[in-house]
């Protein structure tokens, strides 16, 4: 159950970029609320801010590993499916940026909140956050080191 929720969410991060790359890449972008929020291409060679970049190798392996780990953590019998489905986002959310490094050397971004930041972000990315900040509410609410 959990490998298809990764494949159905991999399958949704991989269709966005490709529109956004097909839509937006020779562009200014998009305004969705003018001076708010903007759908922007981005070739990102580096993690999360820009950080690290052309450090291919590193963000490769980070991502086999969390996947190794992943699919281990979900098929433990002591997890809950909460954590489950959290440990789920974050592996497609790694897979997905993944897919684009090795297919392309970079990671399409496109979310561009201008009022908040100015870091752009893609689905994947939030994949992952929101996978990170789930497992750690399990966390917190089991108690235990056990997930």
């Known amino acids: 159950m959990y490998e298809i929720l990764i494949i159905i969410l991999l399958i949704i ?15 200014q972008g998009m305004s969705i609320i003018d001076g708010v929020f903007h759908l922007t291409y981005v070739e990102n060679s580096g993690a999360a801010f820009g950080m690290l970049q052309n450090m291919q190798y590193v963000f490769i392996i980070i991502a086999l590993i969390v996947l190794i780990a992943g699919i281990y953590f979900i098929h433990k019998e002591e997890s809950t499916k909460l954590a489950k489905i959290s440990i789920a986002m974050i592996i497609s959310g790694a897979i997905g940026n993944l897919v684009d490094r090795l297919r392309l050397g970079y990671v399409i971004d496109f979310f561009d909140f201008k009022i908040i930041w100015s870091y752009v972000f893609n689905f994947a990315d939030i994949l992952v956050v929101l996978g990170t900040i789930l497992l750690c509410i399990c966390l917190i609410r089991s108690g235990k080191d056990e997930v």
Do not use: G, Y
């Open 13 to 27: 991060d991989q269709a966005s970029k490709i529109t956004v790359k097909n839509t937006l890449e020779n562009t």
